[in-house]
């Protein structure tokens, strides 16, 4: 049993000493990835913020545009009946 369990060890150990350069390569690679995601992610808080500021500024607009619309709406509402009595009152 002993000797049974010493040979699975000993062949356990060639594997992973053939795997080693596979696994060496594969830390490398991983190594090189997590600096570019990390430069990606930088990249994408620097457009984050950027959008941020351009979300607030038309947010900003459009409840100016707001404003000024439902001015002219309500500027509308009471002009149309002075129109429509001058229209009337022509005919």
């Known amino acids: ?45 620097d457009v984050k913020a950027v959008v941020s500021v351009a979300e607030k500024q038309a947010s900003e607009e459009a409840a100016e545009v707001k404003a000024v619309k439902d001015g002219a709406d309500a500027d509308l509402a009471v002009a149309l009946p002075a129109l429509d009595e001058a229209v009337r009152k022509v005919k």
Do not use: G, H, R
Request: aromatic share 0%.
């Open 1 to 45: 049993m002993l000797a049974e369990a010493s040979i699975e060890v000993a062949a356990l150990q060639k594997k992973l000493e053939d795997n080693q350069p596979e696994l060496e390569k594969t830390m490398k690679i991983t190594a090189e990835k997590k600096i570019i995601i990390a430069k990606e992610n930088a990249e994408a808080e």
